[in-house]
């Protein structure tokens, strides 16, 4: 009250029963006051016509006369404080509303599932080794050249070995859909099938001297469908990878290739994906494509597709829609 | 012919001087011409038209000098020769013009770095270079496109305001279009018009010619002629003659003339930049110079983070991309012209745009009385003769005084005889009252009083043939014609006079009294001034009246008067009779001289009046308000001498002329800032200047209002010179920014409203288009230090910019005022800026951050129920954007081509950009208002908001579902319920912009208003 001065407050004599006060600022005006009445008068001039007349009940008085002495200090206060204090405060109320925001709208996103798959209708393919561009290059002479090909596979491949395979995962009735419903109940975590280092066969590199065949100019390379959630690929019937070479040089180049598991099949008990905290041990179903004669020192492009019911491969867009191309070389000297 | 006579007239006068400058300007624009054409102006030089004789000229061109040419001869010669107006220059061809767009040279560089980029990457790069062309180009076209509309508006203005020329044709005076002129034409010049064609004088009197136009001397150059045969000197198109009258027959038209060969020679000339324009560019260098500073900051940033130097420039461009407020220019062209247009509805035609927002900063009006203050439609009210003052009301029966004294005899052949005005012929069955007459306000009212009191005033003037004339100005004051008498035994000359009633009055040595002349003594003096104070105390112009008989002796039959040297008596008259009349105030007038008070708009009376008249039409039109004194006033009020009155205690005060010459700059300044109703009478047009002048110096935006040519210094003195539309004579007219076309006072006040509209709504519409620039930086900002995903495209930044936003930031423009518009205080030009700090801080830091937070929770609501979490989201950005790997693993495990994420990508742009459009709508709720609250302004009052509204929502829809399946521009579908997740946070923006108007209105003047109100 101190603060403000006898100039803004002022006692209204009209109003000597009931405490008044009369703000004049400026062409505006408030006019507060608590009546004995029980009611309280705020009467907001602006120019010559009322805006707003509210009659508010006694009890809000000493509220309402503590707001505007909060309100009168601050908004009457000196500059660069308050403009800090403001800045503070406005910032903490913008970060508090943002996480507000945030938090319902996570609260609309399950843990375990995706709320929607528009963009996932059709897994992609993809190669390991994962290369920069997608070209397996292969210096036969340099051991540099592909020992981070080596290294990675036996990364990538480490959990499928034969032995943690059977620690974690269920040996399932091949040819059909793994299914672990709810039914109403969280089954969770849920169970995985098992895919063997050794269903590779000799892409496996259990005990391989010839490193996948990197060293001796016979490279595999590992073909992995996309994880979909809840995707039922091949639509209840076989499926299998093929690969080619793009143009008819390349086929050419290409040679011949072996492809494991037989006919690059890929089993319908890998599916479907439960997602990564329902399924924690699932392991993604491989193929495996040795690649026995390339022509040497001549950049091959292959294309491998799925054929699966389900999967288009065409699309014009998105070109590793079901298919995945990449380049090979074998260099020789 | 004109061409070397021109010259040559020029020369006489200015002693070569004209001739020199002329020669200057002619080599100055034909310097890069090629020589024939110097050659084909010099084979006009050998006409020489000002050495044949009245009758040659006429034999020369088929014309008569007293019966004019007739109307088919003159329609013939249109036809053939073309209208007399100047062929406009060619315009700019408007490829030239594309490539000075405005952020050209931003997008050739784009351009150059896409194509660049354009071998390794993807064609999105091609894409966003040719978007970037493509906006430049169409700016380009919308530009090109606005300005060629502008110039037809301007045209267009320029052919209501047309050039009237006052031409004899089949015997009578008719007054034509000037374009309408041909060749032997007989035209008649007075005082203030524009010299319609090149012209061959054949009479003149005391005229002047202001050849500036032609010589860039601004003298005018005195032409005086002995014999109206030896009046040899042609004038030119263009100039103007701001003094006296001449008759002249037109030997050039349009582009034949003098002026018209050298425009025709000058090629384009460049426009002037008006301050609204100013501003606004000055802006936009602003806001660019801070997105190149934040786009290089970022750009080091970016490098420093070992980001590819390509990647980085790529950043640089979105950055720059997201701060330029693209569509602004073309926002503020429409706004601007639409205000014109709204202007030019109220009668307010304005010349230069400019004009608009000067008018709307005005802080001092400088008004004249007649004409704009008042209807300019003047009667005769009172009668002063035979020492008795009767009323004369034209309107009733007008008997009512004494016809029969001689007095009124000689007084009636003065008010007939002393008077240039004319009725437009043809008006026979129009009553006297209403019909159209050629002449100022106040002739116009001694015609039709004497019209209706004698009867055909036309066939009396014919009787009385007159010799010669001095035409009224304002350094004489009066106005002089000696006449034949129409009585045959009577060989003298009349010499009649009217004009100031003091002025008169000092060239008389006797009165007439009941007919017969008395000496003029003290006491008839007495009664005449007390006469006059009576009349002019009631607000009434008065005009004395005197006569003289030359004697027959001096001045027989054959005696050629000339007005230049004055070789008659212009002293001892006998003076007759005053006769008082009234103009009475225009009713809008008190109402609007109100309305610019309260809105801290100081009205300043300045007019040539008698200062009682003034002070009277003053106080009846609350320029001196009711209440307020004159230090006069409190003299008389208190019977104390003038002295000894407090000057404190007197708000009004009312400046002579004669004072005000007496007055040092310091004393007027003074005395311009202590009174705050002001009224200079007697002034002078050097006065009127030096008022001006002196108004400026108290820092103030000056308008002046004046319809005359001794108003036109003032007016282009002024910050904004307003003619009046109809009484105005051209010179007034070409110096106005603005033109009244009902010259009413009034709309000067409407003017001035929407001046300060365009003002706050511009300044509302550059809140509007700043504030969005923040939500379209800030993911560019964040794409670069947390590594997310790009949440928005430039080219979605575009479609922002130009599309969405264009619509409602054109509707701001049709936002009414908000209540207190005319109540406070004029802008002031250097301290109130079009964007000032606290507009941008708003704008940036407040609404524009919120919007960003608003559109970024879209963003992230869009990526997390696709599968990727906020959290998986930071530092995705090298994998994501790897075209190699096709196996990114989402929050729940799945795996993703590149296509799925690019295409998820944008989405995600989609998302953002409809999460900044939905807040746009509540950012174009709140900025129509700075103050009131919404609900106070009315939410639905601005039904164009709502169109703008809707075509952010069209447009939106259309980019998403419509065009969702080009590629090219990087939209898709979008489920239905993500065009609601920002909508809590459009809330929150209004209940915020609601609070802060609020509390600038509970505490007007605390640090919140200060630092809140933009």
Same mark, same amino acid.
């Given at each position: 009250?101190?603060?403000?001065?006898?100039?803004?407050?002022?006692?209204?004599?009209?109003?000597?029963?009931?405490?008044?006060?009369?703000?004049?600022?400026?062409?505006?005006?408030?006019?507060?006051?608590?009546?004995?009445?029980?009611?309280?008068?705020?009467?907001?001039?602006?120019?010559?016509?009322?805006?707003?007349?509210?009659?508010?009940?006694?009890?809000?008085?000493?509220?309402?006369?503590?707001?505007?002495?909060?309100?009168?200090?601050?908004?009457?206060?000196?500059?660069?404080?308050?403009?800090?204090?403001?800045?503070?405060?406005?910032?903490?109320?913008?970060?508090?509303?943002?996480?507000?925001?945030?938090?319902?709208?996570?609260?609309?996103?399950?843990?375990?599932?995706?709320?929607?798959?528009?963009?996932?209708?059709?897994?992609?393919?993809?190669?390991?080794?994962?290369?920069?561009?997608?070209?397996?290059?292969?210096?036969?002479?340099?051991?540099?050249?592909?020992?981070?090909?080596?290294?990675?596979?036996?990364?990538?491949?480490?959990?499928?070995?034969?032995?943690?395979?059977?620690?974690?995962?269920?040996?399932?009735?091949?040819?059909?859909?793994?299914?672990?419903?709810?039914?109403?109940?969280?089954?969770?975590?849920?169970?995985?099938?098992?895919?063997?280092?050794?269903?590779?066969?000799?892409?496996?590199?259990?005990?391989?001297?010839?490193?996948?065949?990197?060293?001796?100019?016979?490279?595999?390379?590992?073909?992995?469908?996309?994880?979909?959630?809840?995707?039922?690929?091949?639509?209840?019937?076989?499926?299998?990878?093929?690969?080619?070479?793009?143009?008819?040089?390349?086929?050419?180049?290409?040679?011949?290739?072996?492809?494991?598991?037989?006919?690059?099949?890929?089993?319908?008990?890998?599916?479907?994906?439960?997602?990564?905290?329902?399924?924690?041990?699932?392991?993604?179903?491989?193929?495996?494509?040795?690649?026995?004669?390339?022509?040497?020192?001549?950049?091959?492009?292959?294309?491998?597709?799925?054929?699966?019911?389900?999967?288009?491969?065409?699309?014009?867009?998105?070109?590793?829609?079901?298919?995945?191309?990449?380049?090979?070389?074998?260099?020789?000297? | 012919?004109?061409?070397?006579?021109?010259? &040559?007239?020029?020369?006489?006068?200015?002693?070569?001087?004209?001739?020199?400058?002329?020669?200057?300007?002619?080599?100055?624009?034909?310097?890069?011409?090629?020589?024939?054409?110097?050659?084909?102006?010099?084979?006009?030089?050998?006409?020489?038209?000002?050495?044949?004789?009245?009758?040659?000229?006429?034999?020369?061109?088929?014309?008569?000098?007293?019966?004019?040419?007739?109307?088919?001869?003159?329609?013939?010669?249109?036809?053939?020769?073309?209208?007399?107006?100047?062929?406009?220059?060619?315009?700019?061809?408007?490829?030239?013009?594309?490539?000075?767009?405005?952020?050209?040279?931003?997008?050739?560089?784009?351009?150059?770095?896409?194509?660049?980029?354009?071998?390794?990457?993807?064609?999105?790069?091609?894409?966003?270079?040719?978007?970037?062309?493509?906006?430049?180009?169409?700016?380009?076209?919308?530009?090109?496109?606005?300005?060629?509309?502008?110039?037809?508006?301007?045209?267009?203005?320029?052919?209501?305001?047309?050039?009237?020329?006052?031409?004899?044709?089949?015997?009578?005076?008719?007054?034509?279009?000037?374009?309408?002129?041909?060749?032997?034409?007989?035209?008649?010049?007075?005082?203030?018009?524009?010299?319609?064609?090149?012209?061959?004088?054949?009479?003149?009197?005391?005229?002047?010619?202001?050849? !500036? /136009?032609?010589?860039?001397?601004?003298?005018?150059?005195?032409?005086?002629?002995?014999?109206?045969?030896?009046?040899?000197?042609?004038?030119?198109?263009?100039?103007?003659?701001? %003094?006296?009258?001449?008759?002249?027959?037109?030997?050039?038209?349009?582009?034949?003339?003098?002026?018209?060969?050298?425009?025709?020679?000058?090629?384009?000339?460049?426009?002037?930049?008006?301050?609204?324009?100013?501003?606004?560019?000055?802006?936009?260098?602003?806001?660019?110079?801070?997105?190149?500073?934040?786009?290089?900051?970022?750009?080091?940033?970016?490098?420093?983070?070992?980001?590819?130097?390509?990647?980085?420039?790529?950043?640089?461009?979105?950055?720059?991309?997201?701060?330029?407020?693209?569509?602004?220019?073309?926002?503020?062209?429409?706004?601007?012209?639409?205000?014109?247009?709204?202007?030019?509805?109220?009668?307010?035609?304005?010349?230069?745009?400019?004009?608009?927002?000067?008018?709307?900063?005005?802080?001092?009006?400088?008004?004249?009385?007649?004409?704009?203050?008042?209807?300019?439609?003047?009667?005769?009210?009172?009668?002063?003769?035979?020492?008795?003052?009767?009323?004369?009301?034209?309107?009733?029966?007008?008997?009512?005084?004494?016809?029969?004294?001689?007095?009124?005899?000689?007084?009636?052949?003065?008010?007939?005889?002393?008077?240039?005005?004319?009725?437009?012929?043809?008006?026979?069955?129009?009553?006297?009252?209403?019909?159209?007459?050629?002449?100022?306000?106040?002739?116009?009212?001694?015609?039709?009083?004497?019209?209706?009191?004698?009867? +055909?005033?036309?066939?009396?003037?014919?009787?009385?043939?007159?010799?010669?004339?001095?035409?009224?100005?304002?350094?004489?004051?009066?106005?002089?014609?000696?006449?034949?008498?129409? +009585?045959?035994? +009577?060989?003298?000359?009349?010499?009649?006079?009217?004009?100031?009633?003091?002025?008169?009055? &000092?060239?008389?040595?006797?009165?007439?009294?009941?007919?017969?002349?008395?000496?003029?003594?003290? !006491?008839?003096?007495?009664?005449?001034?007390?006469?006059?104070?009576?009349?002019?105390?009631?607000?009434?112009?008065?005009?004395?009246?005197?006569?003289?008989?030359?004697?027959?002796?001096?001045?027989?039959?054959?005696?050629?008067?000339?007005?230049?040297?004055?070789?008659?008596?212009?002293?001892?008259?006998?003076?007759?009779?005053?006769?008082?009349?009234?103009?009475?105030?225009?009713?809008?007038?008190?109402?609007?001289?109100?309305?610019?008070?309260?809105?801290?708009?100081?009205?300043?009376?300045?007019?040539?009046?008698?200062?009682?008249?003034?002070?009277?039409?003053?106080?009846?039109?609350?320029?001196?308000?009711?209440?307020?004194?004159?230090?006069?006033?409190?003299?008389?009020?208190?019977?104390?001498?003038?002295?000894?009155?407090?000057?404190?205690?007197?708000?009004?005060?009312?400046?002579?002329?004669?004072?005000?010459?007496?007055?040092?700059?310091?004393?007027?300044?003074?005395?311009?800032?202590?009174?705050?109703?002001?009224?200079?009478?007697?002034?002078?047009?050097?006065?009127?200047?030096?008022?001006? &002048?002196?108004?400026?110096?108290?820092?103030?935006?000056?308008?002046?209002?004046?319809?005359?040519?001794?108003?036109?210094?003032?007016?282009?003195?002024? +910050?904004?010179?307003?003619?009046?539309?109809?009484?105005?004579?051209?010179?007034?007219?070409?110096?106005?920014?603005?033109?009244?076309?009902?010259?009413?006072?009034? /709309?000067?006040?409407?003017?001035?409203?929407?001046?300060?509209?365009?003002?706050?709504?511009?300044?509302?519409?550059?809140?509007?288009?700043?504030?969005?620039?923040?939500?379209?930086?800030?993911?560019?900002?964040?794409?670069?230090?947390?590594?997310?995903?790009?949440?928005?495209?430039?080219?979605?930044?575009?479609?922002?910019?130009?599309?969405?936003?264009?619509?409602?930031?054109?509707?701001?423009?049709?936002?009414?005022?908000?209540?207190?518009?005319?109540?406070?205080?004029?802008?002031?030009?250097?301290?109130?800026?079009? %964007?000032?700090?606290?507009?941008?801080?708003?704008?940036?830091?407040?609404?524009?951050?919120?919007?960003?937070?608003?559109?970024?929770?879209?963003?992230?609501?869009?990526?997390?129920?696709?599968?990727?979490?906020?959290?998986?989201?930071?530092?995705?950005?090298?994998?994501?954007?790897?075209?190699?790997?096709?196996?990114?693993?989402?929050?729940?495990?799945? &795996?993703?081509?590149?296509?799925?994420?690019?295409?998820?990508?944008?989405?995600?742009?989609?998302?953002?950009?409809?999460?900044?459009?939905?807040?746009?709508?509540?950012?174009?709720?709140?900025?129509?208002?700075?103050?009131?609250?919404?609900?106070?302004?009315?939410?639905?009052?601005?039904?164009?908001?709502?169109?703008?509204?809707?075509?952010?929502?069209?447009?939106?829809?259309?980019?998403?579902?419509?065009?969702?399946? %080009?590629?090219?521009?990087?939209?898709?579908?979008?489920?239905?319920?993500?065009?609601?997740?920002?909508?809590?946070?459009?809330?929150?923006?209004?209940?915020?912009?609601?609070?802060?108007?609020?509390?600038?209105?509970?505490?007007?003047?605390?640090?919140?208003?200060?630092?809140?109100?933009?």
């Amino acid at each position: 009250m101190q603060r403000l001065g006898p100039s803004l407050w002022t006692w209204d004599s009209s109003w000597q029963q009931a405490p008044a006060t009369s703000l004049p600022l400026g062409v505006q005006k408030i006019l507060l006051g608590s009546a004995f009445t029980s009611k309280i008068k705020v009467v907001l001039n602006q120019g010559p016509k009322k805006e707003i007349l509210v009659l508010l009940p006694l009890g809000v008085s000493s509220l309402l006369n503590l707001w505007v002495q909060l309100q009168g200090c601050l908004f009457l206060g000196t500059f660069p404080a308050f403009i800090l204090l403001f800045y503070l405060v406005f910032y903490g109320f913008l970060t508090a509303m943002f996480t507000l925001t945030m938090w319902v709208m996570l609260q609309t996103v399950s843990d375990h599932t995706p709320k929607y798959q528009d963009r996932l209708a059709t897994p992609g393919l993809m190669i390991r080794p994962k290369t920069e561009n997608l070209d397996v290059i292969v210096n036969v002479s340099d051991t540099e050249s592909w020992d981070q090909h080596v290294q990675k596979l036996n990364k990538f491949l480490e959990p499928y070995n034969d032995s943690i395979q059977a620690q974690k995962n269920d040996v399932c009735r091949p040819g059909r859909y793994y299914e672990q419903p709810d039914n109403g109940v969280l089954n969770y975590p849920k169970r995985a099938c098992q895919f063997n280092r050794t269903q590779l066969g000799d892409c496996s590199g259990i005990g391989d001297p010839t490193h996948y065949g990197y060293s001796t100019g016979q490279p595999c390379v590992f073909i992995k469908m996309n994880r979909v959630i809840n995707f039922y690929a091949g639509a209840n019937q076989s499926m299998n990878v093929t690969c080619v070479g793009k143009r008819d040089e390349d086929a050419e180049n290409l040679g011949s290739f072996v492809m494991f598991p037989a006919n690059g099949n890929i089993d319908l008990m890998y599916f479907p994906y439960y997602g990564k905290k329902f399924h924690v041990n699932y392991t993604q179903p491989l193929v495996a494509v040795k690649f026995l004669n390339v022509t040497p020192n001549v950049e091959v492009n292959v294309e491998c597709r799925i054929n699966a019911a389900n999967i288009a491969t065409d699309d014009e867009r998105d070109k590793f829609a079901g298919r995945v191309a990449f380049k090979l070389r074998i260099n020789k000297t | 012919a004109r061409r070397g006579t021109g010259t &040559e007239d020029v020369g006489k006068t200015d002693t070569g001087d004209g001739k020199e400058k002329y020669r200057g300007l002619k080599d100055k624009r034909l310097e890069l011409k090629k020589n024939h054409q110097k050659e084909e102006l010099k084979k006009e030089v050998d006409l020489e038209d000002h050495k044949l004789s009245i009758k040659e000229l006429e034999r020369k061109y088929g014309t008569n000098i007293v019966t004019g040419l007739s109307s088919t001869q003159a329609a013939e010669l249109l036809a053939r020769n073309g209208p007399n107006a100047l062929t406009p220059p060619k315009e700019t061809p408007e490829i030239v013009k594309f490539p000075q767009a405005d952020g050209a040279i931003l997008c050739w560089i784009a351009y150059g770095i896409q194509y660049f980029n354009d071998k390794s990457s993807s064609l999105d790069s091609v894409y966003l270079g040719c978007v970037l062309a493509l906006v430049v180009i169409l700016t380009g076209i919308f530009a090109y496109y606005q300005e060629a509309k502008s110039t037809n508006i301007m045209a267009s203005f320029s052919k209501m305001i047309p050039q009237q020329a006052l031409v004899i044709r089949d015997s009578e005076k008719k007054t034509v279009p000037a374009e309408q002129l041909v060749v032997g034409d007989i035209v008649e010049i007075k005082g203030g018009d524009k010299i319609p064609a090149d012209i061959r004088l054949l009479s003149t009197q005391g005229c002047k010619v202001d050849n !500036s /136009s032609l010589t860039g001397n601004l003298t005018p150059s005195l032409r005086t002629h002995d014999n109206p045969l030896e009046a040899e000197n042609p004038w030119n198109k263009m100039s103007t003659s701001p %003094v006296g009258t001449a008759t002249g027959m037109v030997i050039n038209t349009g582009d034949r003339t003098i002026i018209g060969q050298i425009a025709s020679l000058a090629s384009g000339v460049g426009h002037e930049k008006t301050p609204i324009a100013i501003e606004i560019e000055h802006f936009v260098h602003i806001v660019a110079g801070v997105a190149v500073s934040i786009g290089i900051l970022f750009f080091i940033i970016a490098v420093s983070m070992k980001y590819y130097v390509l990647d980085s420039i790529i950043f640089l461009i979105g950055i720059i991309v997201a701060n330029v407020p693209e569509g602004l220019l073309a926002t503020v062209t429409v706004t601007l012209s639409l205000t014109a247009k709204r202007m030019a509805k109220k009668n307010c035609l304005v010349k230069n745009l400019e004009a608009v927002e000067t008018l709307g900063s005005t802080s001092i009006i400088c008004s004249d009385k007649t004409g704009t203050l008042t209807q300019n439609r003047m009667t005769v009210a009172h009668l002063w003769f035979d020492n008795q003052i009767f009323v004369a009301d034209t309107s009733e029966d007008h008997s009512i005084f004494d016809q029969s004294s001689g007095t009124w005899a000689s007084l009636s052949k003065i008010i007939t005889l002393c008077n240039r005005a004319e009725f437009r012929p043809g008006q026979e069955s129009v009553p006297i009252m209403k019909k159209v007459v050629v002449g100022d306000a106040s002739e116009t009212a001694l015609l039709k009083f004497s019209e209706v009191i004698l009867g +055909d005033v036309m066939e009396i003037r014919k009787r009385n043939r007159k010799v010669a004339e001095i035409p009224f100005n304002s350094t004489n004051k009066f106005q002089l014609s000696i006449h034949e008498t129409d +009585d045959p035994s +009577d060989k003298r000359f009349l010499m009649v006079m009217k004009g100031a009633p003091e002025r008169v009055l &000092e060239k008389c040595s006797t009165i007439m009294v009941n007919g017969q002349e008395q000496p003029l003594d003290d !006491s008839t003096a007495e009664a005449f001034h007390t006469a006059y104070m009576e009349l002019g105390g009631l607000g009434e112009r008065v005009l004395g009246f005197c006569h003289l008989y030359l004697p027959a002796d001096k001045f027989p039959e054959t005696y050629s008067f000339d007005v230049d040297t004055v070789n008659f008596p212009t002293s001892n008259l006998c003076f007759v009779g005053l006769l008082s009349m009234i103009d009475p105030p225009r009713s809008t007038v008190p109402d609007a001289v109100t309305k610019c008070r309260s809105a801290g708009i100081k009205v300043i009376m300045v007019t040539g009046d008698h200062p009682i008249t003034a002070k009277a039409i003053a106080k009846s039109v609350g320029i001196i308000s009711a209440n307020s004194e004159t230090v006069e006033d409190i003299a008389k009020r208190l019977n104390i001498p003038v002295e000894q009155v407090s000057k404190r205690d007197a708000k009004a005060a009312v400046v002579t002329g004669m004072e005000l010459k007496d007055m040092s700059p310091e004393q007027l300044d003074e005395l311009l800032t202590d009174y705050s109703e002001i009224v200079f009478a007697r002034t002078s047009p050097q006065q009127k200047l030096i008022i001006v &002048e002196g108004c400026q110096r108290q820092d103030a935006v000056v308008a002046v209002t004046g319809d005359g040519v001794n108003d036109s210094p003032a007016l282009k003195k002024a +910050d904004i010179g307003i003619a009046m539309g109809i009484a105005g004579s051209d010179a007034a007219k070409n110096a106005a920014d603005m033109v009244l076309l009902d010259d009413n006072f009034a /709309s000067i006040v409407t003017g001035v409203e929407e001046g300060r509209l365009i003002f706050d709504n511009l300044k509302k519409t550059i809140a509007y288009t700043l504030t969005k620039n923040i939500a379209e930086l800030c993911p560019f900002l964040i794409y670069i230090i947390a590594g997310l995903p790009l949440p928005i495209g430039t080219i979605t930044i575009l479609f922002i910019d130009l599309g969405t936003d264009i619509i409602p930031s054109i509707a701001l423009a049709y936002e009414k005022a908000e209540s207190d518009i005319m109540n406070r205080k004029p802008r002031h030009k250097k301290k109130d800026r079009l %964007v000032n700090a606290p507009l941008a801080i708003y704008s940036y830091l407040h609404i524009g951050l919120m919007q960003a937070l608003g559109a970024f929770v879209v963003y992230f609501t869009v990526y997390a129920q696709e599968g990727f979490r906020p959290s998986a989201l930071i530092n995705l950005r090298v994998e994501w954007e790897k075209d190699s790997v096709n196996d990114l693993e989402d929050s729940y495990g799945q &795996e993703w081509t590149q296509y799925q994420r690019k295409y998820l990508e944008w989405t995600g742009y989609t998302a953002f950009f409809v999460g900044i459009m939905i807040q746009q709508i509540a950012d174009l709720i709140i900025r129509k208002t700075r103050r009131n609250s919404i609900f106070q302004q009315g939410l639905f009052r601005n039904k164009v908001i709502w169109v703008g509204i809707a075509s952010q929502i069209i447009i939106a829809l259309i980019l998403s579902y419509g065009l969702g399946s %080009v590629s090219a521009l990087n939209f898709t579908m979008l489920r239905p319920q993500y065009w609601f997740v920002a909508v809590p946070h459009a809330i929150l923006i209004w209940v915020y912009d609601e609070v802060r108007k609020l509390f600038i209105r509970l505490y007007p003047g605390s640090w919140w208003d200060k630092n809140m109100y933009y």
